[in-house]
């Protein structure tokens, strides 16, 4: 009488055909979203030059004194003339300082929101690739017990034939084989689904993933909460703001504009010049009130960035304990309950070996056996999924 092979596929590492650094590496090179935000960084970065230099003067030319009944004749007074004359605006209080500044902490936030980008590109990467190998080698011990359910249906025909099994009994072991491939089905579907995932923002081909060893262990991880792209980026922010307040208050010393014109006249008159300086007046007091605004912004954001902080520990430490539990679960089940499964199921097929135990308990013990298995993954899939999450924190290179 056959026996059942039941072969276990829970191991704790992987082989990867296409390392997740290949797919991480790939994204980051060819993600559309990433490089339109280096464009946008290499803009701010031609924003700081501008904003050192002064605004273009203005050329003016014309004539004046025109009269209707001879447009042409310019000899006829001493105001007829034509002119040529410049206008520029002269900025004053360090407003171009302050502005290149502002420029400089735009540049600083497109720069950090593109590195929050990247890590969070990246942790999803992992996510979606060790989530497909888990699926993976789940389907690989369905495709075991697929086989090992089908022993099981020889030998209850068998004992059927013998008169020791009944038809319902060949019918729960059609049931289940049925009930796995369902299983197997969802799998499947899940797969193709996560490998089209991964693909779409890897921007690759991806057949197998493989040529990397990853140990399931307890997580012990530090966040460097400082140096995360995310908190540095209020940061600026905050700087950002406090630079707006001070060109608010700077503009409450307007811009000179200066005007200076040459007339050239009729050979009757002397040529002349004129030169004029326009004052903007600040009585509306609108450039304290947005100064003052500007600051409370900043405040604002500063305010935040306690609060920020202890969310992203918070969100760190929350990963870590869900991966570290669904370790302690996959251990449990892998070492103990599994090991105990396995030595049920080798006795009842001894036993059965002398008729002395019905297939039914052969098909609830390995109905079992393969849920305990199931769950061991479950548990694995969980751990990987959260662990991670964590690179999203960790600023890992």
């Known amino acids: 009488m056959k026996k059942l092979a039941l072969t276990l596929t829970l ?25 339109s935000l280096n464009q946008a960084i290499k803009v701010a970065n031609e924003n700081i030059k501008l904003t050192s230099k002064w605004s273009d003067p203005i050329l003016s030319f014309g004539f004046n004194d025109i009269h209707f009944d001879e447009p042409f004749k310019r000899d006829k007074e001493a105001m007829q003339a034509t002119f040529i004359g410049l206008s520029q605006v002269i900025p004053t209080n360090g407003k171009l300082e302050i502005k290149e500044k502002i420029a400089l902490k735009d540049m600083q936030i497109k720069t950090l929101v593109l590195e ?20 993976e080698n789940k389907l690989k011990l ?12 020889d030998l209850s025909k068998s004992l059927y034939e013998f008169g020791k099994s009944t038809q319902n009994e060949i019918l729960d072991t059609k049931v289940l084989f049925l009930n796995v491939q369902i299983q197997k089905q969802k799998l499947k579907n899940l797969i193709d689904n996560l490998y089209l995932k991964l693909e779409q923002i890897s921007y690759m081909n991806i057949d197998e993933i493989s040529q990397k060893r990853i140990e399931i262990e307890k997580l012990v991880l530090n966040m460097n909460v400082k140096e995360h792209p995310f908190i540095k980026q209020e940061y600026v922010k905050s700087k950002r703001y406090m ?28 040529d002349y010049a004129n030169i004029s300086v326009n004052i903007p007046l600040t009585i509306n007091n609108t450039q304290s009130v947005k100064s003052l605004k500007a600051k409370f ?74 849920s305990f298995e199931i769950k061991a993954l479950d548990e694995k899939f969980e751990y ?12 890992e290179d």
């Open 243 to 270: 630079y707006l307040s001070k060109l608010e208050k700077a503009n409450e010393v307007p811009d000179i504009k200066v005007n200076v014109a040459y007339f050239n006249r009729d050979n009757k008159f002397e």
């Open 116 to 135: 929050d980008k990247k890590l969070k590109l990246k942790a999803k990467i992992y996510e979606l690739a060790y989530s497909i190998v888990v699926l």
């Open 297 to 370: 912004e900043s405040n604002k954001v500063s305010s935040k960035l306690d609060d920020t902080k202890r969310v992203l520990h918070t969100e760190l430490k929350t990963y870590i304990n869900s991966a570290n539990s669904a370790l302690v679960n996959y251990e449990l089940i892998k070492n103990q309950i599994i090991p105990l499964k396995q030595k049920i199921q080798k006795s009842l097929e001894n036993y059965n070996s002398f008729s002395s135990v019905k297939p039914q308990s052969l098909i609830k013990n390995l109905n079992e056996l393969i």
């Open 384 to 395: 990987f999924s959260n662990y991670s999450k964590t690179k999203y924190y960790t600023l």
């Open 11 to 35: 191991c704790t590492s992987f082989s990867f055909a296409v390392s997740i650094d290949e797919i991480v590496s790939n994204s980051l090179q060819n993600s559309s979203d990433l490089r």
């Open 142 to 153: 369905l495709n075991e017990y697929e086989k090992n359910i089908k022993i099981l249906e």
